[in-house]
Structure formats: structure tokens, C-alpha cells
């Protein structure tokens, strides 16, 4: 079987490559020339754990290929993926630029049937507007050509983004032919003989469920975060509040970790997203709008506890050393995309503060982001040497257990604000060190 997958980033590469694996031709494109020179080279523009490897075997075997140009494959292929960036409008809204492009291409070019599945997050109504314009298309060609749209969300996760496309919890599938609904079942084939389930549903439906299941998740992690503050007000632990709500199995004990606040390139374009397309239909989603702004006040509050300390002292931020662990939105991938680190180095630096940062692995990007306005250090010890406080942003495995005698001889003042509660506030303080967590 052959296929297109294109957009090759987190989802697009991972998605193409593991369909490779499962025996797919798959050629994967994208419109970024420097990216796909790249990949040619081996070289993998993502920090994805297990990917490199799949990569390299499959390329070699020539059952995965690369290119910029969509055309040069669409005679050969029976599905063409989009994968492509939906990115919020200035509203809030998904921009459909780019998979609304790879529909005209598509339009303009398809010689006979074709499937066309949508594995973007998009609002609901977009695979009718993608077919719409490849429609436009054929018909300013004159050509009668007959295809399909499909919608085939993503589920994976960064970090965990290969064992969660070969082992789905499911697979959801939305159609409206018999052809496409065969074609995809064949697509998934080799998954479904491993017990992963495909779930087919209507394309509303599909389109639907992906936003639902983000938002859901965004709703809980915000909903823990609204319980911590309140436990920090009322004197409870919300670490044994979560264990002991966890352990009811109509709630669960995943995603309820309180933090710093959501971040990534999914969470909170979704709740945005939902938002505003509810809007379109004059329905007003008030959980989910509670859900946005509690995140957008918890990415705050690491800095609001670091000015509130220096103050009860009468000092201020400025010319103050901070030291901060972990950048990426959340551990194993180097995805800055609104990551609560951001947030945090804006407000230090606005405050004049000195910034001093450690990521295992997203150093590079920050320096994208950041340029020289930060100060990055060689390791975690590094970072907070000389430092007036430690933030810790992202729960890496390397910083759950520092040598705490270290530390406090080599900073400058014994403060660590752990926005994860990865520490324990007893052992902290019988270290000697001011604690606080969320
Ligand atoms: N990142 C995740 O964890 C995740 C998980 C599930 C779903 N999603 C969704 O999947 C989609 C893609 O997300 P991503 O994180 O992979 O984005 P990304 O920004 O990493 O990659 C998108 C790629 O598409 C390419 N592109 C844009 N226009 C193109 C065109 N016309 N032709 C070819 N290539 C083009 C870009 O150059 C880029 O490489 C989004 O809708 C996102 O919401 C993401």
C-alpha cells in the first residue's frame, strides 16, 4: 500500500514513519526544503524518543521517503495524510491555511481516486471544506475525478509519541463511504491485529472527539490546580487530596497533577479552538473559558510566590540570580510551544532579574526563542550556582533527586519554588532550604 503524509512534524514524521514500519510505502512531505534535506541526512529535526532509529531502518529500506513536492507522489498513492499546523488565529480560532492548501494541491492535481484524511486537530465542518475545495478545484479543471475525505485525529503524546501510534489506546476513524471506511481498515490493519481498537464514527463525529478528549484533559488539569490553591489557603495536602480522589475508579488517577499550568502545541490552541467554534454556533462554553483562564493565572503564580518571598524581606527581583529547571512544556521533548517556562522568563526579565536556564534537551530551541536574553548553563548544578532561588518547571527525571548539600553550598540563597511538587517539603526544609510547591 502506498500513502502520503504531509506535514512533517511531530505528528506528520512520527505518523509516516510508523506506518513504514507496519510494511506502508509512505512518502512524507513537507513545504520546509531545510527540514526535509535534513531528514534525508538522517538528521531528525525533533527530540522524540525511539524515533531516530525508526527513521534511519526505514528510510534505508527505501519503504519511507522524503520530498517538498506533494504532485511527484499523488499518482501513486491511495491516502494522502495532512499533518499540517493548525495554529490559533488571532481570535482563537484553528487556522485552516495550510490544510485548506494541501486540499488545492490535491484539487489540482489527482489523476483518479484518492482518499484524503485529515489527522490535524480541526473544528468541526472541516472536511467538508476540504473537500469543497478540492471540488472547486477539479471543476476549474473540468475533470470529473471521484475521492474521499476521512477524518483521522492523533492522540500520541510528545515524548511517548512512537509506542502510542504503535500501540493505540484507539484508533478513531470518522467516514461517510463504505470505500474510505475499507480503505482505512486496511490502512490499520496491521494495528488492529495487535487488539487496538478502531473506533468508526461519522466525520462530525471524529472530528469532534479530539477537541473533547483535550479539553477534558485541560479541564482536569486546571480543575487541580484550582484545588491546589485552595488546599495552600485552607492548610490540606493536595498531593494526598489527589491520591485520595485518584484511587476512585469513576475518576482516575492520570491528569491530575497539579503544576505550573498547561502548556505545548495542543492543550491550549484546542480549548481555544472549542471555544471559539462554539461561538460560531452562539454557544457559549463557560467551563471550558474557567478552564483557560485558570491556566493562564497558574503559569503566573511560580513568579508571584518568588516576588512575594523577596518582598516579605523588603527586597525586589531586580538583580536578583534565578535559576530555572526545565523548559520544555513537559518532560522527553524539546517543545517550547507556550510552555510555562516562557511565561516565567518574561516576568523575571521584565523584573531584572538575572535568568539562568537548564534543559536536557530544549536548550536549543530556547535559544531560538530567547536568543542572549537568558543565560544557559552546561547542566542543573551549573544553573543554580550563584543563584538567589531555584524554579523547577519541568519534571525531567535528572532533577528529582539533586544533591541537595551541593546545592546549598553553591547557591547564593537556599530557595527552590517547585512547580511540579516533585520535592519533598519536609526533607527541603531539614536540607535547609526555603520550599515552596504548588
Ligand atoms: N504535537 C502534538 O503532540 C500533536 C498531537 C496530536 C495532534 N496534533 C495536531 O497535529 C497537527 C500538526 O501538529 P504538529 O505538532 O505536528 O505541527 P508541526 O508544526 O510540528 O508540523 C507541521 C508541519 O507542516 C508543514 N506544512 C505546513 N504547510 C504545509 C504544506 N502546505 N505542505 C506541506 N507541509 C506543510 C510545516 O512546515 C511543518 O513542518 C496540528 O493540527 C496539531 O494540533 C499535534
Redesign the pocket.
Known amino acids: 500500500m502506498n500513502i502520503a503524509v504531509?506535514?512533517?512534524?511531530?505528528?506528520?514524521?512520527?505518523t509516516g514513519t510508523c506506518f513504514s514500519e507496519m510494511g506502508i510505502n509512505v512518502t512524507c512531505?513537507?513545504?520546509?526544503a531545510a527540514?526535509i534535506e535534513k531528514l534525508k541526512q538522517g538528521i531528525i529535526?525533533?527530540h522524540e524518543p525511539g524515533l531516530s532509529e525508526l527513521v534511519g531502518k526505514n528510510y534505508r529500506s527505501e519503504r519511507l521517503r522524503f520530498t517538498?513536492d506533494?504532485t511527484q507522489c499523488l499518482d501513486d498513492v491511495e491516502i494522502v495524510f495532512s499533518?499540517?499546523?493548525?495554529?490559533p488565529d488571532e481570535d482563537g480560532s484553528?487556522d485552516l491555511?495550510?490544510?485548506l492548501?494541501?486540499a488545492r494541491?490535491i484539487g489540482q492535481h489527482i489523476k483518479r481516486y484518492i482518499l484524503v484524511v485529515t489527522?490535524?486537530?480541526?473544528p468541526v465542518g472541516t472536511a467538508q471544506k476540504v473537500k469543497a475545495t478540492i471540488q472547486a478545484e477539479l471543476d476549474k479543471r473540468g475533470v470529473s475525478i471521484p475521492f474521499d475525505v476521512a477524518s483521522n485525529?492523533?492522540?500520541?503524546?510528545?515524548g511517548t509519541?512512537v509506542d502510542d501510534f504503535m500501540r493505540p489506546d484507539r484508533v478513531v476513524v470518522g467516514t461517510e463511504s463504505d470505500r474510505a471506511q475499507e480503505l482505512m481498515g486496511k490502512l490499520y490493519r496491521p494495528f488492529t491485529l495487535n487488539n487496538h481498537r478502531v473506533i468508526y464514527t461519522d466525520i462530525p463525529s471524529a472530528e469532534m472527539i479530539?477537541y473533547a478528549a483535550n479539553a477534558m484533559l485541560a479541564t482536569r488539569i486546571s480543575f487541580m490546580n484550582d484545588i491546589a490553591n485552595l488546599c495552600a489557603s485552607v492548610g490540606a495536602d493536595v498531593d494526598m487530596v489527589r491520591q485520595g480522589i485518584g484511587s476512585d475508579p469513576r475518576i482516575g488517577s492520570r491528569f491530575l497533577y497539579p503544576g505550573c499550568g498547561y502548556g505545548?502545541?495542543?492543550f491550549p490552541?484546542?480549548v481555544k479552538a472549542l471555544i471559539k467554534s462554539a461561538s460560531e454556533h452562539r454557544y457559549d462554553m463557560q467551563i471550558l473559558r474557567a478552564v483557560e483562564a485558570v491556566n493562564e493565572r497558574q503559569k503566573t503564580l511560580l513568579f508571584s510566590k518568588l516576588e512575594n518571598f523577596f518582598k516579605a524581606s523588603g527586597e525586589t527581583l531586580s538583580g536578583k540570580t534565578i535559576a530555572l529547571w526545565g523548559l520544555a512544556f513537559k518532560p522527553d521533548t524539546d517543545?517550547m510551544?507556550e510552555a510555562p517556562s516562557v511565561v516565567v522568563m518574561d516576568a523575571l526579565l521584565a523584573a531584572g532579574s538575572t535568568v539562568k536556564v537548564y534543559d536536557p534537551v530544549a536548550m536549543n530551541e530556547c535559544r531560538r526563542i530567547k536568543g542572549n536574553a537568558v543565560t544557559y548553563a552546561a547542566d542543573m548544578y551549573e544553573a543554580a550556582g550563584g543563584a538567589d532561588a531555584l524554579l523547577l518547571l519541568t519534571e525531567w527525571k535528572e532533577f528529582r533527586l539533586p544533591a541537595w548539600d551541593v546545592l546549598k553550598k553553591t547557591m547564593r540563597q537556599p530557595v527552590v519554588i517547585d512547580g511540579r511538587n516533585i520535592y519533598n517539603k519536609k526533607e527541603m526544609h531539614a536540607n535547609g532550604f526555603h520550599y515552596e510547591c504548588i
Open positions: 504531509v506535514g512533517t512534524g511531530y505528528v506528520g514524521l512520527v512531505v513537507d513545504i520546509d527540514k529535526p525533533i517538498t506533494l499533518a499540517v499546523g493548525t495554529p484553528a491555511r495550510y490544510v492548501d494541501v494541491t489527522k490535524s486537530t480541526v485525529p492523533e492522540f500520541l503524546k510528545e509519541a479530539k505545548g502545541s495542543c490552541k484546542d517543545d510551544r
